[in-house]
């Protein structure tokens, strides 16, 4: 499987981006959870936002009532909306999939984000 990510770069704080994320191979499937981690240096990575199969999404305090999740089940893609950015919320971004039923996560390769203050 693999994860390919796109949209970030800089933004002024109060400002929007979007990211995506689409999945290929094989091993892939609809049923499959995606979603996205952060990770800003120095700092462990961290869940931002993820979305199961049937649509339910969960969000990190940090995020909620600012970043939306969604997907689009027959293009296999994920996507992030992120309003009213802040400076604490540059990191990079990973697209994430977790294949339950087979014990497998995959990641994208990152994408930067970074709001200035």
């Known amino acids: 499987v693999q994860l390919q990510a796109s949209g970030g770069g800089l933004v002024q704080a109060g400002g929007s981006l979007s990211l995506s994320c689409t999945a290929s191979?094989?091993?892939?499937?609809?049923?499959?959870?995606m979603g996205w981690y952060r990770q800003a240096p120095g700092k462990q990575r961290e869940l931002v936002a993820t979305?199961?199969?049937?649509?339910?999404?969960n969000y990190a305090d940090f995020v909620k009532g600012r970043f939306t999740v969604s997907r689009n089940r027959s293009k296999n893609t994920v996507y992030l909306q992120m309003n009213s950015l802040k400076s604490e919320d540059t990191a990079v971004y990973y697209c994430?999939?977790?294949?339950?039923?087979?014990?497998?996560?995959?990641w994208g390769q990152g994408t930067q984000v970074t709001v200035s203050s």
């Open positions: 994430y999939t977790n294949l339950y039923w087979a014990g497998r996560e995959y």
């Open positions: 191979g094989s091993g892939f499937a609809r049923s499959a959870t």
């Open positions: 979305i199961i199969s049937s649509g339910i999404t």
